[in-house]
Structure formats: C-alpha cells, structure tokens
C-alpha cells in the first residue's frame, strides 16, 4: 500500500513538473517606434541633452535652489505620489507570493442536539459533541505562465508609480523655478514703473509751470496728471500680482502664504548650452513616456493572465489536524487525520466570461498603446514648441532692447522740445507711454526666454 502511495505522489510530482513547463505566456517586447523627427529643429543631430543636466547645474541661483530642495521634500503632491509608491510596493509583493501555497488554520468545538428519531439520535444519546485542530493548505500550479504574468504586471505597475513619482518631480522644480524668475520679473517691473511714477510727478510739476506761463492749457495738466494716475494703477496691480504668485509659490512649497526671500532678476542667466539632444532619448528619459510604455507593458502581461483562464488548472490541496469526539482525546495520535486532493479543473461554459475578460484585456492593451503613441508626439509637440518660443524670445530681446534704448531717448528730447513748444503735450505723453510699455515689455521678454528654457528642460525629461 505504501508502495502504490509513493508511486501515486511520484507520478503526481512529475505530472506538476512536465505540464509546468508548458509556459505558454507571450514574452514581452518593447514596442518599436519610429522617433525619427519627433521634433523641429535645425540642430545638427547631437546625443548631448539639456535634460542630462542635473537641476542644480541648470539653476544656479543659491536661493532658488534652496526653495526646489524644500519643495522636493514639502510638496504635497510629492508626498502623495510617495504614497502612491508604497500601495503600489505592496501589491508587487503581494504578486511575488503568488507562487506560494495557501494555509489557513481552524479550530471549532461543535454541540450538536440529536432527534432521537433520527438516524444518529438513536445511536447517540441525545447529542454529540466534536473538537477540530486542522490546517488546510491549498497551492496552485503556474502552468500556463497565469502567476508569473501577474506578478510581471504588478511590477510594471510598480515601476509606473516610481516614474510618476519623476514626473511629479520634473513639474515640480519647473514650476517652482517659473514662479520665482516671474516674481523676479515683476520685482523689476515695480523698480521701473516706481521709477516712471516720480518722472510723472516731476513732469506734472513742469506742465504745470508751462500752463502758469501761457505755453500750454489746463487739458495738458489734467493728460498728465491722468498719465501719472495710470502709472500708479499698474502698480497697484504688479503689488497685487506679486501677492497672488507668493502664495502661489508657498503652496508649491507645502506651506502657508507668506513673504518669498529672492534675489535680482538683473542676476539671472542660464548658462547650459540649449541642445535637444537625440528624439529618441525621451523614450528612456521622460517620464509620461516611460510611464506609458510600462502601462502598456502591464496591459500585456494582463492579456495573458485573461488567456490562461482558458487553460485548465492544476490544484493541490490537503488538510490534515485533530478530530476527536471527546475532549480529552483531541490531540492523541488516534485523532489525527489528513486528506490529499489534487485535481484538474477545465473550463467548458463559464457564461462567456472568460471570452469577455480576454476581448477586454486585449482592447485595454491597444488603448495602451495608443497611449504610449500619442505620449510621444505630445513630448514632440512640447519640445518643438518650447524651443521655438526660446528662439523667438531671444531674437525679440536683442531687437525690443534697441526698441527701449530709441523710445527712451524720445521721451526725454520730447520733454525738452515741449517746454519750447517745438511739440504739442500729446506727442509728450505718448512718447512716454510708449517708453515705459516697452521697458515692461523687455523684462517679460527676458522672463518669457529664461521660462523657455524651463519649459524645455521639462520638455526633454529633465529635472529627475
């Protein structure tokens, strides 16, 4: 009996082996995508990025670079993405242990009152007591590849929350470095438009002088003091703007509203040579990329979990423990007991839900795909712009730099003209309109080529 047993669990244990290696699971490949003029540039082509460099290379301002450090650690979308990070750890683990059998363990003590005109009641006087000790195992083969292609998702899930975890990061320090070269931009905006308010209040002064004298009306005094009142408005609405954009910054900061430390906007630069690089390093660099392969990766290897279910499943069970009627006889050796059950199971009707659950999975992986295509020309389209707008603000710089040092000049003769009466007051006021609209306009261009340059740090994967 023995022997037939041993040759029972042999041919068992060989059966596992044999149909265990039938792992009919598809391995996953990367998907092949054409990367070729992903982006407009007349660069020649360059393996060198701006996004290889790190973040405290790229923005060397010490105090901005104190507040990228604080937002890294602060941040509540940091933290959140963190969290992200540990549910999707535990669930891999949790893939990992597929290969593991099942054991529970049960006690029960049992009462059961008996109708004497039953079949054991008659036996029995009355009622049966029963005490259980057992432990039930229960483990299934991985056949088909079913456990292994589970785990392999739940991994690239795992890894998906770590770059969205990078990606988080990236829109982190690009906007926290915005906002602080805007605040920057605005600080030098009030130091102009202060400047301009104690010209125009010098200037009514002088209209006014010019009216006592007969050389121009009261309607001159009334342009100027109205063009002296206009200054004040747009300052009153660069103080209000600078309020909104440090509490802005404080959020990204994870901490309440309050005053922004920062240092000059005439200080900034950024000295990294503007290179696009390869358009095929946004695959392995850029997070949303990456992160929508690895989605696509996880819908793969879902597709072969939801195809093994049309396999049959091999399952090993056993149980074994304490039984005993009475009490003080539960845990002799005369109680023991065990049973060993293996079995195969195969799914003939199963009201189309394995046919349903393969259909999806498979339209799920194509819609990830899709996905990770259109990924790839959104970071085409970011890079192609961002590089655009730093050209085009660059070539603005140089041309609106000559365009205020011109209206400057024109304010000033124009006020030397009118107390001559060579110029009427109009030509006066606008002159200097036009003098301070552009002298604001140079700062945003300046602002707008060093946000250029972020947009396409980001652009590229940089900053993780």
């Known amino acids: 009996m023995k022997k037939v047993n041993i040759i029972k669990g042999s041919l068992l244990a060989f ?49 901005l670079q104190s507040y990228i450090k604080e937002a890294i650690q602060n941040n509540l979308d940091m933290k959140i993405a963190l969290q992200n990070m540990a549910a999707a750890e535990a669930t891999l683990k949790q893939g990992k242990a597929g290969y593991l059998p099942s054991i529970n363990a049960t006690a029960t003590v049992t009462h059961q009152e008996l109708s004497k005109n039953s079949q054991f009641g008659s036996i029995f006087n009355g009622s049966i007591d029963q005490y259980d000790l057992s432990t039930k195992l229960s483990w299934e083969a991985d056949i ?32 926290v470095a915005s906002v602080y070269y805007q605040l920057l ?3 030098e905006q009030i130091k102009i438009a202060s400047s301009t308010l104690e010209n125009r209040k010098v200037s009514t002064q002088v209209i006014k002088a010019l009216k006592s004298s007969g050389n121009v009306n009261e309607v001159a005094v009334k342009q100027t003091e109205a063009q002296m009142y206009a200054v004040q408005i747009i300052l009153e ?60 990766r996880n819908a793969f290897e879902l597709t072969n979990v939801a ?80 590089l655009a707008s730093y050209n085009n603000e660059t070539k603005k710089l140089s041309i609106r730099k000559n365009q205020v040092a011109s209206l400057k000049d024109a304010a000033n003769f124009s006020d ?20 301070l609209n552009t002298e604001i306009s140079y700062i945003d261009n300046k602002y707008k080529q060093l946000n250029a340059v972020i947009a396409l740090y980001k652009a590229l994967g940089g900053g993780n």
């Open 15 to 63: 059966t596992i082996m044999v149909v265990q290696s039938c792992f009919v699971a598809k391995e996953y490949k990367e998907p092949q995508v054409n990367t070729d003029n992903l982006y407009r540039t007349t660069q020649v082509a360059d393996s060198a990025s701006l996004a290889m460099l790190s973040w405290d290379k790229l923005f060397t301002d010490q105090q």
């Open 144 to 175: 088909w590849g079913k456990i292994r292609s589970n785990k392999r998702a739940l991994a690239a899930k795992y890894l998906e929350s770590n770059v969205a975890r990078q990606a988080v990061q990236t829109e982190l320090i690009a906007n």
């Open 185 to 187: 931009a605005i600080d």
């Open 237 to 296: 609405d660069l103080n209000f703007t600078i309020k909104i954009l440090e509490s802005s910054f404080n959020q990204l900061l994870g901490k309440p509203a309050s005053k922004v430390a920062r240092s000059s906007f005439d200080d900034q630069k950024i000295d990294a040579e503007i290179k696009t690089g390869l358009p095929s390093y946004l695959l392995s660099k850029r997070p949303d990329v990456v992160a929508a392969e690895l989605n696509f």
């Open 307 to 386: 195809r093994s279910t049309f396999y049959p499943s091999l399952t090993l069970n056993a149980t074994g423990g304490f039984q005993s009627l009475e009490l003080k006889e539960w845990f002799s050796t005369n109680s023991l007991f065990a049973t060993l059950i293996g079995g195969l199971a195969q799914p003939i009707f199963n009201q189309r839900q394995n046919k349903t659950r393969l259909e999806v999975a498979k339209a799920n992986q194509e819609k990830a795909y899709l996905m990770f295509e259109k990924s790839l020309l959104v970071a085409g389209k970011e890079v192609s712009d961002a």
């Open 416 to 435: 030397e003209l009118l107390q001559y009466g060579m110029v009427n007051y109009l030509e006066v006021l606008t002159a200097k309109d036009n003098a």
